[in-house]
């Protein structure tokens, strides 16, 4: 298996772009994350646990957050390869989280995929959750290439941003489960921040900026700036949702509908749509008719909840990415993390 500094070298042209950059990398470093994925001691721990898991993870996106990881490390002047582990950690965990909150939510497809709990059952989906949250902390312990000092601190970071996410979780289920109505734009930003900024962003960039030795004031401007960015990716999957193409979402298409979730857009309507009650039976209903869906969107269309959760991504992108240029140094790396917010932008039009 090649390094990521071989898997950068091997592109003959630096890509210009984020955009370019998830293109260029996301499948070489899947096939690196991937081989901290262990094999049982037994076949049947392969069949019932491990290959399931692989697989899984094989359908894995993007993988924006290792390579941010990668990049923060770089824009700081480090080595890339000595990222490696925490950044297969960091993506360890989102298939932990993926695996969980489909179950949580009962969501049929992920990635244009059946769902890890329909295809082999709740009960082995939770356990290889379980495995996949393991590899956290397990994969940076066993890293010969990392001294004690940056373990323990990068460990601490890990053992923070689940904490955080796990909190994020548990209001977004809580408020669903309890037919919460009384949530506030506040109240979602905090959820969202919790669930989604921190692991998406924010511990990606300050754990790669920690690994390639960066000044306390650079992983600190890192990690601000993936609060800001992670809060905005958090947005604009929320908008794919209800108004991206539906092939594009890889997922149920505004299955947030069907599962009564809180997002900004929902949020926003609730405190400024004459059509309140009637978007609060929708959302009580676990309604799945694309016309019904449609007319729920039609409502934060309406109220402006739409426009407004977008001029807040945007807006907080833009103000992120001045923060950014001002506290770290230039680098081709700084530039492709400025770009990841153009990025995010870019996919809420």
């Known amino acids: 298996m090649n390094t990521i500094n071989e898997i950068i070298a091997a592109v003959e042209e630096p890509p210009r772009s984020f955009e370019e950059y998830l293109s260029y990398y996301a499948d070489r470093v899947g ?5 901290y994925i262990p094999r ?9 646990l491990y290959d399931p898991l692989l697989d899984y993870s094989k359908n894995g996106g993007k993988r924006h957050r290792p390579l941010i990881c990668f ?9 890339m390869a000595r990222a490696t ?12 989280a993926l695996i969980h909150d489909d179950i949580a939510d009962e969501a049929e497809l992920r990635r244009g995929e059946p769902c890890l709990h329909l295809t082999e059952g709740m009960g082995l989906a939770i356990n290889m959750g379980d495995l996949a949250l393991s590899l956290v902390n397990g994969t940076v312990v066993n890293d010969p290439v990392l001294d004690d000092a940056c373990k323990v601190r990068v460990i601490a970071e890990l053992i923070e ?3 955080r996410t796990i909190e994020g979780q548990a209001l977004d289920i809580g408020w669903a489960r309890d037919g919460r ?7 979602y930003l905090v959820m969202a921040t919790h669930k989604t900024a921190h692991y998406s962003g924010a511990v990606p960039l300050a754990i790669g900026a920690t690994i390639g030795g960066g000044t306390e004031s650079e992983i600190e401007a890192l990690r601000n700036y ?17 108004v991206g193409a539906e092939e594009s979402t890889q997922k149920d298409f505004r299955n947030d509908i069907t599962e009564g979730k809180r997002t900004l857009m929902v949020v926003h309507a609730l405190q400024h749509s004459e059509d309140r009650d009637r978007l609060i039976d929708i959302l009580s209903s676990k309604e799945k008719d694309p016309a019904v869906l449609a007319e729920a969107v039609g409502i934060m269309e309406a109220s402006g909840s739409i426009d407004y959760a977008r001029s807040y991504a945007e807006n907080l992108t833009s103000i992120a990415k001045n923060r950014l240029v001002d506290m770290v140094r230039p680098s081709t790396s700084r530039d492709l993390l400025v770009s990841m917010a153009d990025w995010f932008v870019k996919r809420l039009r």
Request: glycine share 8%.
């Open 31 to 35: 096939d690196l994350v991937n081989e």
């Open 40 to 48: 049982g001691s037994h076949p049947d721990m392969d069949r019932y």
């Open 71 to 79: 990049a923060a490390c770089r824009a700081v002047g480090g080595d």
């Open 85 to 96: 582990s925490a950044a297969a950690a960091i993506e360890h965990f989102h298939t932990a």
């Open 161 to 163: 941003m689940t904490r």
């Open 181 to 187: 109505y009384d949530i506030t734009p506040e109240d």
């Open 226 to 242: 993936g609060l800001d960015t992670g809060l905005a990716f958090q947005i604009q999957d929320d908008l794919l949702n209800l």
